[in-house]
């Protein structure tokens, strides 16, 4: 199970850090990510880590969203800084198990206003 945390409103420029609480299995063998999808679009990756630590950011947010992980508390963190309008979506929580299947969280929105 995923759910994530720390959605809202936010003015552009502003700052936001998501989280993702896991249970149910041992995840730290796992590529844990985040995704997000607006009104009308497919959903896109944003960020991904590694079970390794290794970090894969998508040009759209690099320089401004960092992920991170903790194994220990079961979580997953994005840290969003700098944010825009374009930002706006609904941001999931993703882990891909070792057959490459996903699992997700139930979303939450992101809103950026100017």
């Known amino acids: 199970q995923l759910v994530e945390s720390g959605g809202g409103m936010v003015q552009a420029g502003g700052s936001l850090r998501l989280s993702c609480a896991l249970s149910?299995?041992?995840?730290?063998?796992?590529?844990l990510g985040w995704f997000r999808q607006a009104p009308g679009k497919q959903r896109e990756l944003v960020a991904r880590?590694?079970?390794?630590?290794?970090?894969y950011i998508a040009d759209s947010v690099k320089g401004r969203f960092t992920i991170s992980r903790d194994n220990v508390k079961h979580m997953v963190y994005l840290q969003m800084n700098s944010l825009k309008a374009e930002d706006t979506a609904v941001y999931y929580c993703?882990?891909?198990?070792?057959?490459?299947?996903?699992?997700w969280g139930q979303g939450t929105q992101v809103t950026v206003f100017s």
């Open positions: 993703n882990l891909r198990d070792l057959a490459s299947r996903n699992y």
């Open positions: 149910g299995r041992s995840f730290s063998r796992y590529a």
């Open positions: 880590i590694s079970s390794g630590g290794t970090t």
